[in-house]
């Protein structure tokens, strides 16, 4: 497996409490993503980074805040979590090796469960 | 706008079997495309992909995808089934535009293979 690792695993939260997802590589690749999955829905994009204080959304940002401060970590926060935020949450990674955008592979953390009650 | 589908929620085939995962896209441009393995609790693992060159791919634990762009899919098969390869499976595709490497999923496969 990639040096992926993302804290906590599981998680349960009330209604309005804010929340904070950590990815953490050892790779030094470029580029973090977080996703979303859902049932029906697959893998979902949230934010990205394609470098240190360097992010953009997804297709399903509202509600989803980031941060990347050092190569390693890529932070995702929940500002005021709600139920329909209820999810898995996993973070990737990628690097530019290739000089191709796009053709670089994508390798997968072991994703965070997160209920919102 | 990039899309991929997967027109199967479920496949169930007998171990010995062969098994083919359908997948199609639709993209502008050229397409580079993915497919990967989850198994329960676990995050996504990649399998293989197709940047250009020869429309067969081979990737890991004997899987195989055949690129066909005329009729835009990425089907993902095997010779003969395994129990150990049930679990779900997604197509993705890389978004291309402005966005980096961005990957668009399927909704996903579930793959059963009997005894």
């Known amino acids: 497996d990639a040096g992926i690792t993302q804290s906590p695993r599981h998680k349960v939260t009330e209604t309005g409490t804010p929340v904070t997802l950590r990815c953490h590589q050892t790779?030094?690749?470029?580029?973090m993503y977080w996703y979303r999955q859902d049932p029906g829905h697959g893998l979902r994009l949230i934010h990205y980074s394609y470098g240190v204080k360097d992010t953009d959304k997804g297709e399903v940002s509202d509600g989803y805040s980031v941060s990347r401060s050092k190569t390693e970590d890529f932070l995702l926060t929940l500002e005021s979590a709600t139920s329909s935020q209820t999810s898995v949450y996993f973070c990737?990674?990628?690097?530019?090796?290739?000089?191709?955008?796009?053709?670089?592979?994508?390798?997968f953390g072991p994703g965070t469960r997160l209920t919102v009650l | 706008a990039q899309s991929v589908a997967q027109p199967e929620d479920q496949v169930n085939v007998a171990e010995g079997n062969p098994l083919t995962v359908k997948c199609t896209y639709s993209?502008?441009?050229?397409?580079?495309l993915f497919w990967y393995v989850q198994y329960p609790n676990r995050g996504l693992q990649f399998l293989l992909k197709y940047i250009t060159g020869d429309n067969l791919v081979k990737g890991s634990y004997g899987f195989e995808a055949e690129f066909n762009k005329s009729q835009t899919s990425f089907h993902l098969k095997k010779p003969s089934a395994l129990v150990s390869d049930s679990a779900l499976y997604f197509c993705a595709v890389d978004g291309r535009g402005s966005t980096l490497g961005r990957l668009y999923f399927g909704r996903g496969t579930q793959l059963t293979v009997w005894p």
């Open positions: 990737a990674i990628s690097d530019s090796t290739s000089g191709l955008r796009g053709t670089d592979t994508q390798y």
């Open positions: 790779e030094n690749h470029r580029y």
């Open positions: 993209v502008s441009g050229n397409p580079y």
